[in-house]
């Protein structure tokens, strides 16, 4: 008998998966009440063999949950979905990506090159679509792992694993640097070959315990070899292109295979996704970019930007991005971060409106980008959550989006008029 542990995407996978593979299971959730499936409280503990476990439920720090206690107590196996879907389809090849950033590229990026080539290869895990809705009929499966899935699961069999950077993030989960680190450093243990990024210091670290893995760092020469792209741009990118480079020569594609399926990558929804061009104006999706680390890859990577920012700010604000701002032509502030943005914009003296919501604030700025003669991009890299105005950053990608397809809309009727 299985525990379900959590019922959003993976646990809500997993329990119409378990019921089509006609195995016995029973759900829980500690803020959904009417789930539809047998509950808990209606089964004896000593029938449950194995939990899986949502990534988002406590496994450790700063308690276990409670129930995760209970099933210590109980000598249960915990799994993930991820695991599930090796058990039932233990015969296909697996590709595991995990590190700080960069992993849903680079997840996309493989299994794009792979398609390219024939490979019958699909993706899922962290990167937003559960393992468990993934057919069990395919030949390739590119797995995006975040910590809390490798720590939550038995080590998984992987053809090739690959490791993208470490930096600080999600202590409150692990707690510290060290525990994060050793979480990430699970996807090698039965890995036939390793790929580890080695450009920052924590990496480096990491690879020198492996010595059997490829390292991939900018230095690399093969770096040459990966010309400019149009839609994986600045220097994060072309380490996500290299990575994927490695990992797929780990698999067994040749150099000029992974060059040209690298070449026709479109690049991943809302993140640095171009969008359109009218004219001299690009317009670049970058909703995924919630914090100010991740908004300062996009204003690396473009030139003469109107930048649409705000949304519910984060503690650290937009402090870091202040060396980039050279780089704005102008900022649209809007949603509940607009007043602490526009004091910080304010005091280094960078073109800046205010606006109550985005669609306010893309519409000042389409009229101002097309004033200008020379090319440039209108960004949306909002270094923010979304919820104060969105269910989530799909959304105000989405949103954004639709915004964009509007103009497109006007601008042909225009064009209509005049001929
Ligand atoms: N819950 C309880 N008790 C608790 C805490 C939570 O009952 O004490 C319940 C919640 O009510 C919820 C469920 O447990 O119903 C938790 O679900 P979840 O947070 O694990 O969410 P899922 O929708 O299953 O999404 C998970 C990943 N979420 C997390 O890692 C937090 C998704 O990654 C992943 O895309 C999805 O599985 C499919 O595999 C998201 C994420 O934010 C995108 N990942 C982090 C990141 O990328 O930085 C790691």
Known sequence: ?????????????????????????????????DLGYPLLKECDWSRIKTVVMSPGIALSHPSPHPL?????????????????????????RYIGITGTNGKSTITALITHVLRACGVDAVMGGNIGVPALELALNHDVYVLELSSFQLERSPPFDLDVAVWTNLTEDHLAQHGTMEQYRAAKKRIFKKAVHKVISTDDAYSLKVADAFPDA???????????????????????????RLIAYYALKAFG???????????????????????????????????KATSAVATEQA???????????????????????????????????????????????????????????????????????????????????????SFDQYKDFEARGDHFIQLIEQIKCKESSLQMKVS
């Open 1 to 33: 008998m299985y525990l379900i542990l959590g019922l959003a995407r993976s646990g809500l996978a997993a329990a119409v998966f378990l019921q089509q593979q006609g195995e016995a299971f029973v759900v829980f959730d500690d803020y959904k009440n």
């Open 299 to 385: 204003l690396k990577a473009f030139d003469a930007i109107h930048w649409l920012v705000g949304g519910q700010d984060k503690s650290d604000g937009i402090d870091s991005l202040i060396p980039y701002f050279r780089k704005v032509k102008k900022a649209y502030v809007f949603g509940a971060a607009r007043e602490r943005f526009s004091r910080v914009l304010a005091v280094h003296k960078v073109n800046f409106s205010a606006y109550e919501d985005m669609d306010e604030a893309l519409t000042s700025a389409y009229e101002e980008a097309t004033r200008e003669k020379d090319t440039t991009t209108i960004l949306l890299s909002p270094a923010c959550a």
């Open 214 to 240: 490829l390292r991939a760092a900018l230095a690399d020469p093969v770096v040459h070899l990966l010309v400019d792209h149009l839609y994986l741009k600045g220097d994060h990118n072309k380490q996500n």
């Open 253 to 287: 594609l040749d150099h000029d295979t992974i060059l040209q399926g690298i070449q026709t990558f479109k690049g991943l929804k809302h993140r640095q996704q171009c969008v359109a061009r009218f004219g001299a104006v690009t317009f670049i999706n970058d909703s």
């Open 68 to 92: 995760v206690d209970k099933a210590f107590r109980q000598r249960c196996e915990i799994i993930t979905d991820c695991t599930l879907l090796q058990r039932f389809a233990p015969d296909k």
